[in-house]
C-alpha cells in the first residue's frame, strides 16, 4: 500500500463525475483543494460528511478552496447522491480504485468481524502548489469538519 507523506506532491488524476465531467486535480493549480475519499454513496457517515463539506462550503470559497470527494461508487450513483442532499461540489468516480489506490486509502477492512475491501474515509488537503499539506485518516465524520476548517486556515 502506498503512504503518502505531508509535503509530498499530490498525485495528479482525472475522473469523472456524476453528470460524466471530467476533472483533473492539476487543473486546480492556484486553488487549495479538500480531496476526500469516502466509502459508499448515500450512507449514513458518508452523507454527514458530505453535507458537513456542503454547509461550510461558502466558508472554504472565501479562502480559496475547492472540494472533491471521491468514492468507488458510479456516476449514476454520485447523481442520486449529490441531487438528493444538494451537493454542490464534484463527486468523482473512482470505479477502478486506480486513485484510491495511488493514494493509499484503498485496502482490507474489518467490520463485526467480516473482512472486506473499499475505501478508509480519508482527507487531503492540497495546497496552490499541490502539495500535501494535511493527511486526515479514518477520518470520524462526526468532528472532521472542524478539524478541515482549522487546517485550511493553518
Same mark, same amino acid.
Request: with cysteine; charged share 35%.
Given at each position: ?15 469523472? *463525475? ?54 468507488? *461508487? ?8 449529490? &441531487? ?23 485496502? &482490507? ?33 462526526? @468532528? ?8 485550511? @486556515?493553518?
Amino acid at each position: 500500500m502506498i503512504t503518502l507523506k505531508e509535503g509530498d506532491k499530490a498525485p495528479d488524476f482525472e475522473l469523472e *463525475d456524476g453528470e460524466g465531467k471530467s476533472t483533473r486535480l492539476s487543473g486546480f493549480k492556484g486553488k487549495k483543494v479538500i480531496l476526500y475519499f469516502y466509502p459508499k454513496d448515500d450512507t449514513p457517515g458518508c452523507t454527514k460528511e458530505a453535507c458537513d463539506f456542503r454547509d461550510n462550503l461558502r466558508k472554504l470559497k472565501v479562502m480559496n478552496v475547492e472540494v472533491l470527494g471521491v468514492s468507488n *461508487d458510479d456516476s449514476d450513483s454520485h447523481k442520486k447522491f449529490a &441531487e438528493k442532499y444538494h451537493l454542490p461540489f464534484a463527486l468523482l468516480c473512482d470505479t477502478d480504485k486506480a486513485v484510491s489506490k495511488v493514494y493509499g486509502v484503498y485496502g &482490507e477492512k474489518e467490520k463485526f468481524g467480516k473482512k472486506y475491501f473499499g475505501i478508509t474515509r480519508s482527507t487531503f488537503v492540497i495546497d496552490e502548489n499541490g502539495r500535501l499539506k494535511k493527511i486526515f485518516y479514518k477520518v470520524n465524520p462526526e @468532528q472532521h469538519i472542524e478539524e478541515v476548517l482549522h487546517a485550511v @486556515q493553518k
